[in-house]
Nanobody, 118 residues
Framework: QVQLVESGGGLVQPGGSLTLSCTAS????????MSWYRQPPGKERELVAA????????KYTDSVKGRFTISRDNVKNTVSLQMNSLKADDTAVYYC???????????WGQGTQVTVSS
């Protein structure tokens, strides 16, 4: 079965940086587009960034463009999200999933909490 394990979250000050990692198993990672989502408190989950299976195509939601970088390692079966210049509005639980335009897997991991606060 599909397993997605997010890690790397924590408490960071505004303007700081953090790198999230997602370790995947139970499916052919190298043939799967991958994405990062986030869910702020009291809000809907939203797509933050996505990357195709080869890494040839990448997209970001407007609010994180220029600040976040998505990458993947098809040997380690991981997808990462480098977050710079963090803002309070980036506070959310961050999740990974398959797919480029929409979540491919019905199950979600536990996510990792990112809190941006002074």
């Amino acid at each position: 079965q599909v397993q997605l394990v997010e890690s790397g979250g924590g408490l960071v000050q505004p303007g700081g940086s953090l790198t999230l990692s997602c370790t995947a198993s139970g499916f052919n990672f190298g043939l799967s587009d991958m994405s990062w989502y986030r869910q702020p408190p009291g809000k809907e989950r939203e797509l933050v960034a996505a990357i195709t299976r080869s890494g040839a195509m990448i997209k970001y939601t407007d609010s994180v463009k220029g600040r976040f970088t998505i990458s993947r390692d098809n040997v380690k079966n991981t997808v990462s999200l480098q977050m710079n210049s963090l803002k309070a509005d980036d506070t959310a639980v961050y999740y990974c999933n398959g797919g480029y335009n929409r979540a491919f897997f019905g199950s979600w991991g536990q996510g990792t909490q990112v809190t941006v606060s002074s």
